[in-house]
């Protein structure tokens, strides 16, 4: 007995000398702004990690093969192999420069990803802020309708309506939750948390104008400066350079002249459609960026007179001239002109960087 008080009075005090642990399970809630969440992303994501294994390759791959180029054919070279070794060379350079664009503009989708998972947050924050005014609203609202009811001044389907008109607004307000919920899921799979913490996001969108002073000359720019165009320019030269050193005294050569004549048209007119698809893209995204700074200037009017129309129904209800529902609808008008600002904010931002960079838009898993 005495061995087993001695054994016991030593564990309990080893075991108040470990350090205290949080409760298991327990949401994160740590202050993210933008910048440290896209640093987040880019040490977690595993398609960039892949890039970047990619890139390595290929410079192993395109190494190996100029160890093994004797000569740089200018033609067809009967009975010789150097036509399909420098083909494998020029390809093997091709991929090595492809992969080391596919790894930026992989660095480039990640952060364009990651400002639109942001925004989504904040988004559905002020939806459910702007859905839990609503309910607030029609809740005073049915209240409103049973006092009317009582005093003979509402009939039974005034009170129906109220209720459903409640009924619909506590709907939306659990919508708006999961949606919120959902687009944590993603943010926090983005930058590497737990699906169930709830990070504090401190920056918002600002929004300033896309300031373009050509817009011919600019998107001609970032057309020539795409990977995707880069890649599709790529193919038509190897698709000249396979029909040059087309070898006319090799019987066992699979394919007649005419078949390389044709793979080059096609790659000709590939890289075509794919410069004025983009170019397109790039000209509708700053026409629509445009409009959304037209609409953000008259929202920003309509905040203002938000706030006087909340500020004056507010000191009425002080002096008795207006009511509770006056003073709870100018609450729920602003919120919803603060919402619509927000949206808008967002959207121009994201329509900003993809106009810079829209091969990232493309690859960024929220279009």
């Known amino acids: 007995m005495r ?21 298991a399970g327990e949401p994160l809630t740590p202050e993210l702004t ?31 093969l100029a160890d093994r180029i004797d000569f740089i054919p200018t033609g067809p070279v009967p009975s010789s192999n150097a036509e399909s070794v420098f083909l494998n060379l020029t390809q093997a350079e091709i991929s090595r420069n492809m992969a ?24 559905y924050l002020e939806k459910v802020r702007v859905a839990g005014l ?7 609202l049915k209240q409103v309708a049973y006092a009317g009811q009582r005093a003979g001044t509402v009939d039974a389907l005034g009170v129906i309506q109220a209720e459903t008109s409640w009924a619909n607004a506590k709907t939306e307000l659990e919508s708006a939750q999961k949606f919120l919920d959902d687009a944590y899921q993603k943010f926090n799979q983005i930058i590497g948390l737990s699906a169930k913490d ?13 300031e373009v002073s050509d817009l011919d000359v600019e998107v001609n720019a970032i057309v020539t400066s795409s990977p995707t165009v880069w890649s599709a320019e790529q193919a038509v030269e190897l698709a ?18 005419e078949v ?22 790039l000209r509708t995204m700053y026409y629509t960026a445009k409009q959304l700074e037209e609409q953000y200037a008259g929202i920003v009017e309509s905040i203002r007179l938000a706030e006087e129309n909340l500020r004056v129904a507010k000191v009425r209800f ?20 603060r919402q619509g600002l927000l949206e808008i904010g967002s959207q121009h931002e994201i329509l900003k960087m993809a106009f810079k960079k829209p091969w990232a838009y493309g690859s960024s898993g929220y279009n």
């Open 3 to 23: 061995r087993l008080a001695v054994c016991l009075t030593l564990f309990v005090f080893l075991f108040t000398l470990l350090p205290s642990q949080a409760p």
């Open 34 to 64: 933008l910048e440290m969440a896209v640093e987040r992303a880019l040490k977690t994501d595993s398609s960039l990690k892949k890039a970047k294994k990619d890139l390595e390759r290929s410079v192993e791959v395109k190494d190996y």
């Open 100 to 123: 080391r664009r596919n790894y930026t503009a992989r660095e480039d989708a990640v952060v364009l990803s990651v400002h639109q998972a942001y925004y989504e947050i904040l988004r």
């Open 134 to 140: 609503t309910l607030e609203n029609r809740q005073w």
């Open 198 to 210: 709830r990070p504090v996001l401190v920056d918002s969108p600002e929004l300033s104008p896309l």
């Open 240 to 257: 000249r350079l396979s029909r040059r050193l087309y070898d006319f005294t090799n019987p066992n050569v699979g394919e007649p002249y």
């Open 260 to 281: 390389k004549e044709i793979d080059l048209k096609k790659a000709e007119i590939t890289a075509g459609d794919v410069k004025e698809q983009m170019a397109k893209q």
């Open 318 to 337: 002080d002096v008795g001239i207006a009511t509770k529902t006056d003073v709870l609808n100018a609450e729920l008008a602003l919120e919803q002109a």
